[in-house]
């Protein structure tokens, strides 16, 4: 049965940190891909697609960032782009060797594989075909991935050391498939593998070479000439005879950080300072394309083939990791012809009259700081893109010939943007949580005149509550879905706050705060005259370092266990100082401290029926705990650690176990962290929960309650009605349940609908605003930036558009049955299925695949919300784009019933 989960967003502060390690460009040139040191990925917009170096718009306005991808832990080393499932795709890998496929047009994580690669991979290329994906890094082997599956297919062994960058391209004319892997690695040598059918895994040429460790490496378009460019030089070769043709030094002290062709004639590079020199070539007419033919004079070394579980041919279509192993060994000795005969040798520096184009050049302020490094650039046909350690990315559209410029002029940039450009905008600034309640009264009743920022924040479901932390160490509790304006922020710590945790027992609420100033708070939330507030119960100061982390077992382990009542109401404090604390609340103390750790802790596990602690740290070490008595077992390390960690269960929570949870129950909601950056909180909706606490609310109304029409003042105050406008008439619903249909409705796109929705249904717009996640592959999250969202959800993606759709229309048709709603209800319906799709500029169609998931869904709601709107959708496809629906429907109509099956082959004539 398809799940229905929608994920709203809240930022607590502008996001800004965004130190960019690797940059990419999807083939279609719309969306520009960006890796950090932190582990997160941007997908950034371009307005127009580029196409010519003049610059009519301002050059912040053509790139603007789009969402952000929360799906590694660590520093992002590569990043690529494949055609997968008919979509763009875009390809992540992070240094624990953690694999992520995402969507580029929404960000939707389709498939992910964690510590998949071994040893920091560095370098990623996707061979031709799509079907695979070559990896290097601190190890001399090659790793074959097989996209689809996620599993590595084989090891090709040929170099003596680390592999620093690869290389794939088609050298066969248009209908002819010959497709090559390029490697090369830090002792000297380049290795050119054919992955043709039926080749054997081994190298078809060799070239060697006395060079530093290789930044990167590529092949002219017309595969003539081959550009290696390391830290001092760029060196430039012939591809079929590997005879040097000119060597460019780098003029700039920090060396060269990548380079790469401008058509045939040219090549640019760009160095750790942020200069980019574009430099034209000499002509090479009476050189050879690399082509899959080897000369004679230029057989590889033969060298001997280990196979391991042989019964099959050693062609990277047929092998499988699972049955077969081909690992290629390296010659024993070096080849004596460390440097080739000169065909040609121009060195560019020296030579009088040959001097390069400069396309940047820093700012007084940039050169001025030492601290800002150039980390990753690229080039894509006349496209060159450069990314710093401060998240500016810089994108310049080059001549089509630029032999034809004259030496050391300048050429200035189609698009320069950073991450905290999207929040200049006021959409984006009234979506933060630290503007939204930064200007409010104070306790003394002055008003704030600079924002304090949110450093935590907290959702307490039970009571339908969001708490903020912020960096002076108050906190403020105010309701949901419409704040309230009468919350104050209240004095809790010294410090900042760092993390927030909500606990509900039998009797009473209780609210949980760690801070910079290393204590922790027992809170218990009241609420007086309708104004949340939190009274301290108790104060732990247990740790000596800041808190990082709150937390609580959970709570569905903890259920099938005898020895539950020894963990019940206790929670986990994680400290700077390397260790970890364990509280109870029925005795408020501290019943056991863990630590002190080697080095930073970042993970945390469990085996509760043993009742050990397993911690492990950033280092890899792993240290055991016995959690009654407080007591280190041991400490192991290497593949005994990763071991025991498999074997332990998850006591930190993760995204995955938390949309587990909220498959259960109607809202979930949890904080995505951030390094360095405040945290996003995530509200998680079960509509199909949801419904049916609607249903149950509204089938217990009693007839006489669903009149809208009253007598007198005093009969309109005795009616329990839960909504934020105690004037109207309204039949009693459940409060959670009825509220949260406003973050579905379509605020601020037709005065006349909102005045309805405000009147008819009692619901106001939600504040603070929302944003949108998108929820992927293992619970990974893709957060749209407030930016974006000023198009609206339904301008997005296929995927968006259908999801908010589905739910909304869902909500509606549930409203129907009671008949205070059903004008209003029915307005709405009409709207979302006909006047969004007819009057929404740039509106995109929900994905009829999404729809059809919910045919014949248990919800009867649900199941008519999917069919009208997918009737509504078809009746408005042309001609071909239900042929290439149908196209892709092909391969997954197991999915669907036979009555769907007859609908759409009916509508779609097929």
Not at 559 to 576: A, H, L
Request: aromatic fraction near 8%.
């Amino acid at each position: 049965m398809a799940e229905l989960v929608l994920p709203i967003a809240f930022w607590s502060s502008p996001t800004q940190n965004h130190s960019i390690s690797v940059t990419h460009l999807t083939s279609d040139k719309k969306t520009l891909v960006t890796g950090g040191w932190s582990g997160k990925v941007c997908l950034w917009s371009l307005r127009s697609k580029p196409s010519s170096s003049e610059n009519k718009t301002h050059a912040s306005e053509n790139l603007r960032l789009r969402c952000i991808l929360t799906g590694h832990t660590t520093q992002i080393t590569a990043l690529a782009s494949v055609t997968y499932d008919w979509k763009e795709t875009v390809i992540s890998v992070s240094a624990d060797g953690t694999i992520c496929l995402w969507n580029s047009t929404d960000g939707k994580c389709v498939h992910s594989m964690e510590n998949l690669l071994m040893r920091n991979p560095t370098s990623i290329v996707v061979t031709p075909g799509g079907q695979y994906l070559a990896c290097s890094g601190q190890h001399n082997y090659v790793e074959i991935v097989d996209l689809f599956k996620l599993k590595v297919r084989t090891r090709l062994l040929a170099h003596s050391n680390w592999i620093g960058c690869l290389y794939s391209c088609d050298l066969g004319p248009p209908g002819i498939h010959s497709p090559v892997l390029l490697s090369a690695g830090s002792d000297g040598i380049i290795q050119i593998w054919s992955l043709r059918r039926g080749d054997g895994a081994h190298p078809m040429q060799t070239i060697c070479l006395d060079i530093g460790d290789p930044l990167s490496i590529s092949l002219s378009p017309n595969f003539k000439t081959l550009l290696i460019v390391t830290a001092n030089e760029c060196i430039l070769h012939t591809a079929k005879e590997s005879r040097e043709i000119m060597t460019v030094p780098c003029p700039d002290p920090g060396g060269w950080r990548g380079g790469g062709y401008v058509g045939n004639q040219a090549i640019v590079a760009w160095t750790k300072e942020g200069h980019a020199y574009l430099y034209a070539l000499p002509r090479v007419d009476k050189a050879a394309p690399l082509s899959m033919s080897i000369p004679p004079d230029q057989v590889p070394v033969q060298v001997p083939v280990q196979v391991e579980n042989s019964g099959s041919h050693n062609s990277i279509e047929n092998l499988d990791i699972e049955t077969m192993d081909v690992v290629i060994q390296p010659p024993k000795q070096q080849p004596s012809n460390w440097r080739s005969s000169y065909l040609k040798k121009v060195n560019v520096a020296d030579k009088t009259g040959v001097q390069p184009v400069v396309i940047f050049c820093r700012n007084a302020e940039e050169d001025q700081d030492e601290t800002i490094l150039t980390h990753s650039g690229g080039i894509w046909g006349r496209i060159l893109i450069l990314g710093n350690s401060l998240g500016k990315v810089t994108i310049w559209i080059l001549p089509p010939n630029p032999d034809q410029l004259e030496s050391e002029s300048r050429i200035l940039p189609w698009a320069v943007a950073t991450p905290a450009d999207h929040w200049k905008s006021a959409v984006s600034k009234s979506m933060s949580m630290t503007n939204f309640f930064g200007n409010t009264p104070t306790l003394n009743g002055e008003r704030e005149s600079i924002h304090n920022k949110v450093t935590a924040s907290i959702i307490f479901e039970e009571l339908w509550l969001l708490i903020l932390g912020y960096a002076d160490g108050s906190i403020r509790v105010t309701r949901l879905p419409t704040a309230d304006e009468k919350s104050l922020p209240q004095e809790a710590h010294e410090g900042a706050v760092t993390s927030l945790l909500s606990i509900s027992d039998d009797k009473h609420p209780r609210l949980i705060s760690g801070a910079a100033d290393c204590t922790v708070k027992v809170w218990e939330i009241s609420s007086i005259n309708g104004v949340h507030t939190a009274t301290l119960l108790w104060n732990f100061v247990q740790h000596t370092g800041p808190i990082v982390r709150l937390f609580q077992p959970p709570v569905t382990e903890l259920n099938n266990m005898t020895n539950v009542d020894n963990w019940k109401n206790c929670f986990f404090s994680i400290s700077k100082d390397r260790t970890i604390a364990l509280y109870s609340l029925d005795t408020m103390h501290c019943k056991n401290i863990f630590g002190v750790h080697p080095t930073d802790i970042s993970r945390v596990k469990w085996q509760l029926e043993q009742e050990y602690l397993s911690v492990e740290c950033e280092d890899g070490s792993v240290s055991i705990w016995e959690m009654g008595s407080g007591e280190l077992e041991g400490i192991v390390h290497g593949e005994l650690a990763r071991d025991i960690m498999s074997q332990s269960k998850n006591i930190l929570p993760d995204n995955e176990d938390y949309f587990s949870e909220a498959l259960h129950n109607s809202i979930t909601s949890f904080t995505i962290s951030i390094k360095d950056e405040s945290p996003v909180q995530i509200l998680s909706l079960n509509i199909k929960k949801l419904v049916r606490d609607l249903d149950k609310s509204l089938k217990n109304i009693e007839p006489q309650a669903t009149q809208p029409a009253f007598h007198s003042p005093k009969q309109k105050k005795r009616l329990p009605v839960q909504i934020y406008s105690p004037d109207m008439a309204m039949p009693p619903v459940h409060l959670p349940a009825y509220t949260c249909f406003t973050y579905l409705l379509p605020w601020g796109m037709d005065p006349e609908i909102d005045e309805m929705c405000k009147t008819s249904l009692g619901l106001l717009p939600p504040n603070p605003p929302i944003s949108f996640a998108i929820k992927g592959y293992a619970g990974k999250i893709s957060l749209w930036v407030p930016s974006a969202l000023e198009v609206g959800r339904w301008q997005c993606s296929e995927y968006l558009t259908a999801l908010h759709t589905l739910a909304a229309v869902s909500y509606t048709t549930n409203l129907l049955a009671v008949e205070f709603f059903r004008n209003a209800c029915s307005k709405l319906l009409a709207y979302y299925c006909h006047s969004i799709p007819e009057n929404c500029e740039n509106f995109v169609d929900p994905s009829l695949y999404f729809l059809g998931l919910f045919w014949r869904d248990p919800i009867e709601d649900i199941t008519q919300a999917a069919r009208a709107i997918f009737v509504a959708t078809a009746d408005r496809l042309s001609t071909e784009r239900r042929q290439a629906f149908a196209k892709s429907w092909a391969s997954k109509r197991n999915v669907f019933n036979l009555k769907f099956q007859f609908y759409f082959k009916l509508k779609l004539n097929l």
